[in-house]
């Protein structure tokens, strides 16, 4: 079981939103997830303590549909307090921050949100900024024989 130090919680919710969220098309939702991360508590002790923490949080807040589930949010949260040495904010740490938090027992919604997002484009995926790969529709010259 992994002791916390001084976390900053909001510090963490905005890396969990670009890992659940990476092109920002839930600001609503976010802004009022860390509106709920606001209310005084006292610091957790342990990833479980803030684990349970959040998802009294992510129970007690009912986004307007299309919403993306706040239990990932969540589960990315908690991930990223118990595996400080994580850098990267791609697909394969929310999966393995599901799987941590839920194991086989994987909400209906989050899964179902998951199922949608391995569809979607590589493209709406995208951090804001990061540049797109440069796509050409010329095809190359084939070599020359001679």
């Known amino acids: 079981m992994t002791t916390l130090s001084d976390i ?6 905005d890396q969990a939103w670009d ?4 092109a920002a098309e839930h600001e609503a939702e976010e802004e009022t997830w860390t ?12 990833v479980d303590d803030l684990r349970a923490h959040l998802d009294e949080v992510a129970s007690s807040v009912q986004p307007r549909p299309p919403a993306l589930p706040l239990r990932a949010v969540a589960a990315v949260m908690a991930f990223l307090a118990g595996h400080p040495e994580r850098r990267d904010a ?16 994987v909400p209906d919604d989050v899964a179902a949100w998951l199922a949608v997002r391995r569809r979607a484009p590589e493209a709406h995926r995208r951090r804001h900024g990061a540049p ?10 084939a070599p020359d024989a001679t």
């Not at 509106?35 to 342990?46: D, I, M, V």
């Not at 740490?93 to 194991?103: I, T």
């Not at 797109?132 to 010259?141: E, H, K």
């Open 19 to 22: 890992v659940v969220d990476p």
């Open 8 to 13: 900053d919680l909001l510090a963490l919710s």
């Open 35 to 46: 509106a709920a991360l606001r209310h005084g508590w006292p610091p957790p002790e342990t």
């Open 132 to 141: 797109g790969p440069r796509r050409s529709g010329a095809r190359p010259s």
């Open 90 to 105: 791609g697909d394969a740490l929310l999966l393995e921050a599901v799987r941590e938090a839920y194991g086989d027992a």
